[in-house]
């Protein structure tokens, strides 16, 4: 893994700001090179899958499983500038769960101005129903790339209620929650949040598509979200890209009484920062 990641570990404002607000900006996660690339990688993705889906030109396009697509959605799998401040959220017995790819054109024009309520949840579907206690436990997180330039509010910048990770209910069935907040990025940002975080995307009424890419991280125990489809690439990729791919020596033990040679990003940073760093 690029040791470039140490100079990048968590601070402990942003430690604060997720564990207040459930959420924290990191601009200027992805190098500009890089993110001309992925933007490219998008671009193509979406003149092919658009037909295939049968989306209209102002229709939002979304690919779940989007990992294997491209080798290019590998160099963010542990991106330097977020992969660390993942690992000391969550720790280090973790995989990629789930990958969702948006591509979001203006709305057309006879449909702009119109404002109805957002679309608010949390993420990881039944496990908001099934899981026990309130605040409900966090299981996992994901990282939001914003490819294209959301420094203005109204171009389907995604929304968050700052602090509603610790609810696990919104009372406001008729309109937007009290606090509701545009994140503003610009090309290269990244967000990190809570699954738990009250959350949504909104109308795009620029003339800027919108184009973000959500990598979600969770324990090794946790069933995937997607079908990690990356038999095609999983074996040239490197230990630590193995593990969070999915990958396993032990079998289904190896998930939930994982021995070193399941989670090599354990010796990892063990090795670079010390063994109080993988401290159970």
């Given at each position: 893994?690029?040791t470039?990641?140490?100079?990048?570990r968590?601070?402990?404002?942003?430690?604060?700001?997720?564990?207040?607000d459930?959420?924290f900006?990191?601009?200027?996660?992805?190098?500009?090179?890089?993110?001309?690339r992925?933007?490219?990688?998008?671009?193509?993705?979406?003149?092919?899958?658009?037909?295939l889906?049968?989306?209209?030109p102002?229709?939002?396009?979304?690919?779940?499983?989007?990992i294997?697509?491209?080798?290019?959605?590998?160099?963010?799998?542990d991106?330097?500038?977020?992969?660390?401040?993942?690992?000391?959220?969550?720790?280090?017995?973790?995989k990629?769960?789930?990958?969702?790819f948006?591509y979001?054109?203006?709305?057309?024009?006879?449909?702009?101005g119109?404002?109805?309520?957002l679309?608010?949840?949390?993420?990881?579907?039944?496990?908001?129903r099934?899981?026990?206690?309130?605040p409900?436990?966090?299981?996992?997180?994901k990282?939001?790339?914003?490819?294209?330039?959301?420094?203005?509010?109204?171009?389907?910048?995604?929304h968050?209620v700052?602090?509603?990770?610790?609810?696990?209910?919104?009372?406001?069935?008729?309109?937007?929650?009290?606090?509701?907040?545009?994140?503003?990025?610009?090309?290269?940002?990244?967000?990190?949040?809570?699954?738990?975080?009250?959350?949504?995307?909104?109308p795009n009424?620029s003339?800027?598509?919108?184009?973000v890419?959500?990598?979600?991280?969770?324990y090794?125990?946790?069933?995937?979200?997607?079908?990690?489809?990356?038999?095609?690439?999983?074996?040239?990729?490197?230990?630590?890209?193995?593990?969070?791919?999915?990958?396993?020596?032990?079998?289904?033990f190896?998930?939930?009484?994982p021995?070193?040679?399941?989670?090599p990003?354990?010796?990892?940073?063990?090795?670079?920062?010390?063994?109080?760093?993988?401290?159970?």
């Amino acid at each position: 893994m690029d040791t470039d990641c140490l100079n990048h570990r968590l601070t402990e404002s942003e430690k604060i700001a997720f564990e207040r607000d459930g959420y924290f900006i990191i601009p200027d996660a992805i190098e500009p090179d890089l993110l001309q690339r992925v933007e490219a990688v998008m671009d193509r993705l979406d003149t092919e899958h658009r037909p295939l889906k049968e989306k209209g030109p102002h229709d939002a396009l979304g690919i779940h499983d989007f990992i294997g697509k491209d080798p290019i959605f590998l160099e963010l799998l542990d991106c330097p500038k977020t992969i660390l401040r993942v690992s000391e959220i969550l720790g280090w017995n973790i995989k990629l769960y789930h990958s969702d790819f948006r591509y979001t054109p203006p709305r057309a024009p006879e449909e702009r101005g119109t404002q109805k309520r957002l679309g608010w949840h949390q993420d990881s579907g039944r496990l908001n129903r099934e899981l026990e206690g309130s605040p409900r436990p966090r299981v996992s997180l994901k990282v939001a790339f914003f490819i294209s330039d959301l420094s203005s509010p109204g171009r389907g910048n995604f929304h968050v209620v700052p602090g509603s990770h610790l609810l696990n209910s919104l009372d406001s069935p008729d309109e937007n929650p009290e606090g509701t907040t545009p994140v503003i990025a610009a090309p290269g940002t990244a967000a990190i949040f809570d699954r738990r975080l009250w959350h949504s995307a909104s109308p795009n009424d620029s003339e800027n598509i919108r184009k973000v890419l959500f990598y979600g991280y969770s324990y090794r125990w946790l069933q995937p979200r997607d079908d990690m489809t990356v038999d095609h690439i999983i074996d040239g990729c490197d230990p630590i890209r193995q593990q969070l791919l999915g990958a396993t020596a032990n079998g289904g033990f190896g998930y939930t009484s994982p021995k070193d040679e399941d989670v090599p990003l354990k010796g990892w940073l063990a090795e670079h920062l010390g063994p109080e760093a993988v401290a159970d």
